[in-house]
């Protein structure tokens, strides 16, 4: 009986669709993003913002690139001790991509905000 009520079951996922793609990374977004890392680690404030910025509103850019965008600006935030800011940039990361959560928040703990936390 049990084995004839599985057989009856559809399948999860029909036969013949395809997964869907991960987006492809945007090319500039992704040297946007190199130059905002770059500013940072060298402490320029101004080219940081200015380059995470321009990822975080591309049309372009893939998620994944938007994230990391927004951990840069995050600590950006934190860098001015702005923890709200940080953590309005921190909100707007999707619970998905933990290793720029982490990178946030290490950079906030990095800047003198030990108490930084997801």
């Given at each position: 009986m049990r084995d004839a009520c599985r057989a009856a079951r559809p399948p999860r996922r029909p036969a013949g669709c395809a997964t869907t793609p991960k987006p492809a990374d945007?090319?500039?977004?992704?040297?946007?993003?190199?130059e905002?890392?770059?500013a940072l680690a060298r402490g320029d404030r101004t080219a940081a913002?200015?380059?995470?910025?321009s990822v975080i509103n591309s049309p372009d850019a893939s998620p994944t690139q938007i994230a990391f965008a927004l951990a840069v600006a995050g600590v950006l935030e934190c860098m001015k001790d702005d923890?709200?800011?940080?953590?309005?940039?921190?909100?707007?990361?999707?619970?998905?991509?933990?290793?720029a959560i982490n990178q946030l928040v290490a950079g906030c703990r990095a800047h003198g905000q030990p108490g930084f936390s997801p």
């Open positions: 945007d090319p500039a977004a992704a040297e946007a993003l190199r905002a890392q770059a913002h200015t380059r995470s910025q923890i709200g800011g940080a953590r309005g940039y921190l909100r707007r990361i999707p619970p998905g991509f933990r290793t």
